[in-house]
Nanobody, 118 residues
Framework: QVQLVESGGGSVQPGRSLRLSCAAS????????MGWYRQAPGKQRELVAT???????NYADFVKGRFTISRDNAKNTVYLQMNSLKPEDTAVYYC????????????WGQGTQVTVSS
């Protein structure tokens, strides 16, 4: 089992920045991919960014150039630096970890609210 705890959400004005953190604990072996997803009211959950255990990253088109995902393996923590925030970035942001133990298992955090509004 892997436990994920997000922090760092909040309310900011458009153009400002926030940094989300996701602390992982538990059975950390064979976690191949960690990432951030988000879900806005009335919409499906969507991928924001992922990072593989080395440093390979992947971003959704709508955050490229604004968001940066990073991973501190020593601290078992993944970060999402969000710059130039827009109102449409308002959503609950969820941390995800994918672990391979014969098959892939997905783990989710409880989510952290990000609100961008003037």
């Amino acid at each position: 089992q892997v436990q994920l705890v997000e922090s760092g959400g909040g309310s900011v004005q458009p153009g400002r920045s926030l940094r989300l953190s996701c602390a992982a604990s538990g059975s950390m072996l064979s976690i191949g991919v960690m990432g951030w997803y988000r879900q806005a009211p009335g919409k499906q959950r969507e991928l924001v960014a992922t990072i593989i255990s080395g440093s390979s990253t992947n971003y959704a088109d709508f955050v490229k150039g604004r968001f940066t995902i990073s991973r501190d393996n020593a601290k078992n923590t993944v970060y999402l630096q969000m710059n130039s925030l827009k109102p449409e970035d308002t959503a609950v942001y969820y941390c995800n970890a994918r672990q391979f133990k014969g098959r892939w298992y997905d783990y989710w955090g409880q989510g952290t609210q990000v609100t961008v509004s003037s």
